[in-house]
C-alpha cells in the first residue's frame, strides 16, 4: 500500500469493484483493517487508528508488516499493528520519528521480529516478541537521536527462555526508560537486554531478566569494565530510586549479570538483584562502573540461599 494522496485497492476477480483511501498530503491513514499475510505500507506519513494483521497459514512461512515513511510513522492508542506465523512475525518501522501507542507484536510459537529505525521514537504502548510455548523473539528499538518510552511503554520479548531486546540511541543521543523491559522466563533461562546510548537514564523503570532455570543478561551503557568492544560504551548512565533491576535464577541454576557503565558518570540508587536458585545454584555478578565517577546509593544482591556468592563490583579508575 503507496500513497501520494490516494491509494486503491482492487480486487482482481471483481475489477469493477474499488475502495480508495484519500489522505491529505502524502501520508497513508489505515482507520480500519487491512489483513494479508504481508502488508507493507510506504508514504511520506503512515498513521495507523485501527488494525494492520499480517498472519501467513504457509508452512515455513511467517507474516510480515513494513511500515516505511520518510517523515513520520504514529501507531495510535488502540490500533494494533501486529505479524504472526509460526515461528512468529517480523515487523519493521522506518520513518525518521515513530511514536508508537496501541500495540506492536510478532508472536508465535516462538516469539519473531520487531525493528524500529528512527531518528527519534517515543513508546508509550505495547511492543512484545513474546514465544507462546517455545523461546522469546527479538526486539530492536533504533533511536539515532533519541529512544523516549514513557511510564504506559512495554517491551517484553517472553518465552519459555527469554528472548533479546535492544534499545539504544546514537554516541549523541539519550536513551530514556520509564516503563517495563522483560526477557522473564516461564521454564528456562532469562534472556537477553542491551539498553545502550550517549547518555542513559532510568526513572522509575523495571528491567526483568530473570528465569526458573538461570538468569539472563542485563547491560547497560557497556559490557564489563567497558571491555566489549561491540558493545558502545555510554558517557552517562542514572538508574534512580525506583528502578528496579533483575536477572534472578527462581528455582535453579546460577544469578544472571547486571552491567551498568560509562565513561564518565554513573549514579545509581536502584535495586540491583542477580540470586542464585532457591534451591540450587551460585549468585550472580553485578557491576556499577562510571570510569570519571561513580556514585551508589541503591541496593545490590548476588546472594545465593543454597550455593556460593556472587560478586559486587564498584570499578571507577
Same mark, same amino acid.
Given at each position: 500500500? %503507496?500513497?501520494?494522496?490516494?491509494?486503491?485497492?482492487?480486487?482482481?476477480?471483481?475489477?469493477?469493484?474499488?475502495?480508495?483511501?484519500?489522505?491529505?498530503? =502524502?501520508?497513508?491513514?489505515?482507520?480500519?483493517?487491512?489483513?494479508?499475510?504481508?502488508?507493507?505500507?510506504?508514504?511520506?506519513?503512515?498513521?495507523? @487508528?485501527?488494525?494492520?494483521?499480517?498472519?501467513?497459514?504457509?508452512?515455513?512461512?511467517?507474516?510480515? *508488516?513494513?511500515?516505511?515513511?520518510?517523515?513520520?510513522?504514529?501507531? #495510535?492508542?488502540?490500533? !494494533?499493528? @501486529?505479524?504472526?506465523?509460526?515461528?512468529?512475525?517480523?515487523?519493521?518501522?522506518?520513518? =525518521?520519528?515513530?511514536?508508537?501507542?496501541?500495540?506492536?507484536? %510478532?508472536?508465535?510459537?516462538?516469539?519473531?521480529?520487531?525493528?524500529?529505525?528512527?531518528?527519534?521514537?517515543?513508546?508509550?504502548?505495547?511492543?512484545? %516478541? =513474546?514465544?507462546?510455548?517455545?523461546?522469546?523473539?527479538?526486539?530492536?528499538?533504533?533511536?539515532?537521536?533519541?529512544?523516549?518510552?514513557?511510564?504506559?511503554?512495554?517491551?517484553?520479548?517472553?518465552?519459555?527462555?527469554?528472548?533479546?531486546?535492544? *534499545?539504544?540511541?546514537?554516541?549523541?543521543?539519550?536513551?530514556?526508560?520509564?516503563?517495563?523491559?522483560?526477557?522473564?522466563?516461564?521454564?528456562?533461562?532469562?534472556? @537477553?537486554?542491551? +539498553?545502550?546510548?550517549?547518555?542513559?537514564?532510568?526513572?522509575?523503570?523495571? *528491567?526483568?531478566? &530473570?528465569?526458573?532455570?538461570?538468569?539472563?543478561?542485563?547491560?547497560?551503557?557497556?559490557?564489563?569494565?567497558? #571491555? &566489549?568492544?561491540? +558493545?558502545?560504551? #555510554?558517557?552517562?548512565?542514572? #538508574?534512580?530510586?525506583?528502578?528496579?533491576?533483575?536477572?534472578?535464577?527462581? &528455582?535453579?541454576?546460577?544469578?544472571?549479570?547486571? *552491567?551498568?557503565?560509562?565513561?564518565?558518570?554513573?549514579? !545509581?540508587?536502584?535495586?540491583?538483584?542477580?540470586?542464585?536458585?532457591?534451591?540450587?545454584?551460585?549468585?550472580?555478578?553485578? @557491576?556499577?562502573?562510571?570510569?570519571?565517577?561513580?556514585?551508589?546509593?541503591?541496593?545490590?544482591?548476588?546472594?545465593?540461599?543454597?550455593?556460593? %556468592?556472587?560478586?559486587?563490583?564498584?570499578?571507577?579508575?
Amino acid at each position: 500500500l %503507496a500513497a501520494g494522496r490516494t491509494a486503491t485497492l482492487v480486487d482482481s476477480n471483481r475489477p469493477d469493484v474499488r475502495v480508495e483511501i484519500t489522505a491529505p498530503g =502524502d501520508s497513508v491513514l489505515n482507520v480500519g483493517q487491512i489483513v494479508g499475510g504481508h502488508i507493507g505500507i510506504y508514504a511520506g506519513a503512515i498513521r495507523n @487508528e485501527g488494525t494492520v494483521s499480517a498472519t501467513s497459514a504457509m508452512v515455513g512461512a511467517d507474516g510480515t *508488516v513494513v511500515f516505511r515513511a520518510s517523515t513520520s510513522v504514529i501507531t #495510535a492508542n488502540h490500533s !494494533v499493528t @501486529e505479524a504472526n506465523g509460526r515461528f512468529g512475525g517480523d515487523v519493521a518501522i522506518t520513518a =525518521d520519528t515513530a511514536s508508537l501507542g496501541g500495540t506492536i507484536r %510478532a508472536g508465535g510459537a516462538t516469539g519473531g521480529h520487531v525493528a524500529v529505525d528512527a531518528d527519534i521514537i517515543t513508546q508509550y504502548g505495547t511492543i512484545s %516478541a =513474546d514465544g507462546a510455548t517455545g523461546a522469546g523473539g527479538s526486539i530492536d528499538l533504533a533511536g539515532t537521536n533519541g529512544v523516549l518510552q514513557t511510564v504506559d511503554a512495554m517491551t517484553s520479548a517472553r518465552g519459555t527462555d527469554g528472548g533479546s531486546i535492544t *534499545v539504544r540511541s546514537g554516541g549523541a543521543g539519550l536513551t530514556f526508560i520509564s516503563g517495563r523491559v522483560d526477557v522473564n522466563a516461564s521454564s528456562g533461562h532469562g534472556g @537477553e537486554i542491551r +539498553i545502550l546510548g550517549g547518555d542513559i537514564a532510568l526513572a522509575g523503570a523495571a *528491567v526483568a531478566a &530473570n528465569g526458573p532455570l538461570g538468569g539472563g543478561t542485563i547491560l547497560i551503557g557497556g559490557d564489563a569494565q567497558g #571491555a &566489549n568492544p561491540a +558493545i558502545a560504551n #555510554a558517557r552517562t548512565v542514572y #538508574a534512580g530510586v525506583g528502578t528496579t533491576i533483575r536477572a534472578n535464577a527462581l &528455582n535453579s541454576g546460577d544469578g544472571g549479570k547486571i *552491567v551498568l557503565w560509562s565513561d564518565d558518570t554513573t549514579r !545509581v540508587g536502584a535495586t540491583l538483584t542477580a540470586r542464585g536458585g532457591a534451591t540450587s545454584g551460585d549468585g550472580g555478578s553485578i @557491576e556499577v562502573s562510571g570510569k570519571e565517577h561513580t556514585t551508589f546509593g541503591g541496593t545490590a544482591s548476588a546472594s545465593a540461599p543454597h550455593g556460593a %556468592a556472587g560478586t559486587f563490583l564498584l570499578d571507577p579508575k
